[in-house]
C-alpha cells in the first residue's frame, strides 16, 4: 500500500514541475482586443466589430469609405485623433478605434409656380441644388402679362415660412417654394409695359412693370434714360407709345417729353427702349469712312476722335500734309446706325474754333438717313447745310425729310454724293451718313473741334 502511495506522489510531483515549466510568466502569450467601432456617415475595412489577437506586434490597415453627401474627418484612436486614411497602425496592447465624418452637402428643394431666378438665372422647377456647408441665395420672379392678366412674384416660403431675400442656410436641408399673385385687367386700369424696363415711376414712385394702375387724377410717368444692357451696350428710352380707348394711338419720343401725363381716357402706355452704346446714346454701331482717314500712320489722316458727353468729337487737324499750307478743306465722313424701329432722329452738331481774319470762314455738313445696302454705290439724294462757323444746329431728319431748328428746310441735292465709298448693310436699320467739310486755317487746326451728338429718337 505503501509502494502505491509513493508512485501516485511521484506523478502528481512530475505533473506539478510539468505544469510550472510550460507556463513560467515570463513566457506566456498575451491576448490583444482590437474594437472597431462605426459612425454615421461612412464605412470601414475591416468591418465594425471586435478581434483578438494572441501576440504582440500585430500590423493592420484600415479604409474609411466616407457615404455621399460626406468626407472622412478623423480616427479616434484610444482618445486620440488621428487623420491619416488609410490608416496604419501596430497593435501592441488593447485597442478601440472609432472613424468620425461629417456631412458637408446639403439639398435646397425649389419650386414655384411661375418661372423661378435663382441669383438672376432661370432655373426649371422643381429642381434641387446640391450645395456644401454654407450658402447665400436670392429667389426672384419674372411679372409678366398674359392674355390681359398680369402674373407677378409675391412670396417665398423657406420650409413653409416666408422669408426675404437674401436666404443664408447651413448645414441644413431646405425646401423654396416662390409663389406668384395674379393682378387681372379692368375697365378704369390702365396697363403699363416695357419692351426693356423692369420699371418706372408713377408720380415719383417707382412700380415694378408690367402693371395695372388708376388714375383718379392727371398723372406723370417716366421711365430711366439708360439701362445696361452688356459691356458696349446700353437701352436708350426712345419714346413712350399711347393706345387710347378710341383705339387711336399716338407716339412721343423721349427728347420731346421726358414724362407724359396719363388720364382715365387712356388704356395703354409702353415704353420703348432702343439699344445704343453705353457711351453714345442710340447710336447702335458707328462706321468710319474711308478708312484711311483714320490711319494715323500714313499721310492721309485728317483728325483724330474720341466719345465724351454722349458726343463724339473730332479734333486735331494738325496732319502737316494738310495744314502745312494757308489753309485747307479737311473731310470727316462717318455712318451711325441705329436700331430697328427707329425711322427718324434729333441731331445736335457744330464746328467752331477756326479764324482767319479777312475771309469767311464756312462749313458744310451733308445728311442722309436711311437703310443702307452694300450694293449701293452712291448715297442718294442728300441733304446739304451750309453755314457759318460756330453756329450749332438741332436737326431732325428722316427718310422722307428734314428739318434744322424747328422750320428751316436745307437744301437737297438731287444728285448722288459726289465721291465714291464703301457702304455698310444695316439689314433694314436705318442708318445715318454724315459728312462735314471745313475750311481749317493754318496754326489752328489743334483748336478745331466738329462735335455731333444724337439727341432724341422716334418710331
Known sequence: MKKYIATIAIIIGILIAYYFITNRPEERQPTILLEIQSNPGGKVKPEPGKYLYNHTNINITL??????????????????????????????GNTTIKPYFKRIYFYIKLNSNGTLLLNGSEVKTPYTLRYREKITVNISGIRRLMKN?????????????????????????????????????????????????????INGC??????????????????????????????????????????????????????IEIANNIREVEIYYVRGLKNLPYVLKIHYFPPY??????????????????????????????????????????????????????????AYGSKYIGRPTSTTFWLKFMPYNSSMKFVPHIYTIVQSINIPHITYINTTHCIIDEGWIPKREKTSLGWDIPLLNTYGRNALFFAHTSYVVRNTGDRFIVVFRVLGVES
Open 63 to 92: 479604409h474609411a469609405y466616407p457615404l455621399k453627401d460626406y468626407i472622412f474627418q478623423y480616427w479616434l484612436i484610444n482618445n486620440s485623433k488621428v487623420v491619416e486614411n488609410p490608416l496604419k497602425i501596430t497593435l501592441n
Open 149 to 201: 392678366t398680369i402674373y407677378y412674384p409675391k412670396s417665398i416660403l423657406l420650409d413653409n415660412r416666408s422669408v426675404e431675400n437674401p436666404i443664408i442656410l447651413e448645414y441644413r436641408n431646405a425646401s423654396i417654394i416662390l409663389l406668384y399673385g395674379v393682378e387681372k385687367g379692368g375697365v378704369n386700369k390702365i396697363l403699363i409695359t416695357s419692351n426693356a424696363a423692369k420699371y418706372c415711376y
Open 206 to 259: 417707382r412700380i415694378d412693370l408690367p402693371a395695372y394702375i388708376y388714375v383718379s387724377s392727371p398723372t406723370k410717368l417716366h421711365g430711366e434714360f439708360s439701362i445696361p444692357l452688356n459691356k458696349t451696350h446700353s437701352y436708350w428710352l426712345g419714346w413712350y407709345t399711347i393706345k387710347y380707348k378710341n383705339n387711336e394711338t399716338k407716339s412721343t419720343s423721349y427728347y420731346r417729353n421726358k414724362s
Open 293 to 350: 482717314v483714320w490711319d494715323y500712320s500714313g499721310k492721309y489722316w485728317q483728325c483724330h476722335a474720341r466719345i465724351e458727353n454722349d458726343s463724339i468729337i473730332f479734333y486735331n487737324f494738325t496732319n502737316p500734309y494738310f495744314t502745312d499750307k494757308i489753309g485747307t478743306w479737311i473731310f470727316v465722313t462717318i455712318f451711325f446706325e441705329f436700331d430697328y424701329n427707329v425711322s427718324g432722329i434729333w441731331i445736335y452738331y457744330n
